[in-house]
């Protein structure tokens, strides 16, 4: 599963951002997925509830943001948000379309206890 690899690498930038900032446990993290990332939403909820277990972040609350997609036309210009992906610029059909946002996964907020 993809998801459970992404997960994987997610923890371990949360338990290294975590003992930078000497907390006591995470409590809630917050990621941005991309439309086009090939991300389930659903299987990334599973994933993260399986992997928390015995971490510093066992009872984080996991927060999903859906990004659309961004492109940007490489000859005119515009840029567009969509839903679906798209291969040609919807304001002067060319094909040179560069993806903005949209094909990512990150970690947008991480949020922590701390001791005193
Ligand atoms: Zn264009």
Do not use: Y
């Not at 907390?23 to 993290?29: F, G, P, Q």
């Not at 304001?91 to 903005?100: N, R, V, Y």
């Amino acid at each position: 599963m993809h998801e459970l690899s992404l997960v994987a690498g997610l923890f371990e930038i949360l338990e290294e951002k975590a003992r930078d900032e000497k907390a006591l446990r995470v409590t809630a993290v917050t990621l941005r997925v991309g439309r086009l990332s090939g991300v389930v939403p659903e299987l990334l909820e599973t994933a993260f509830d399986t992997f928390k277990k015995g971490t510093i972040a066992s009872r984080a609350k996991l927060r999903i943001e859906v990004v659309p997609l961004k492109v940007r036309c490489r000859s005119c210009g515009k840029e567009s948000l969509t839903d679906e992906p798209v291969f040609v610029c919807s304001s002067c059909a060319s094909p040179g379309l560069e993806i903005m946002e949209g094909q990512e996964l990150t970690l947008q907020r991480m949020e922590i206890e701390k001791d005193g």
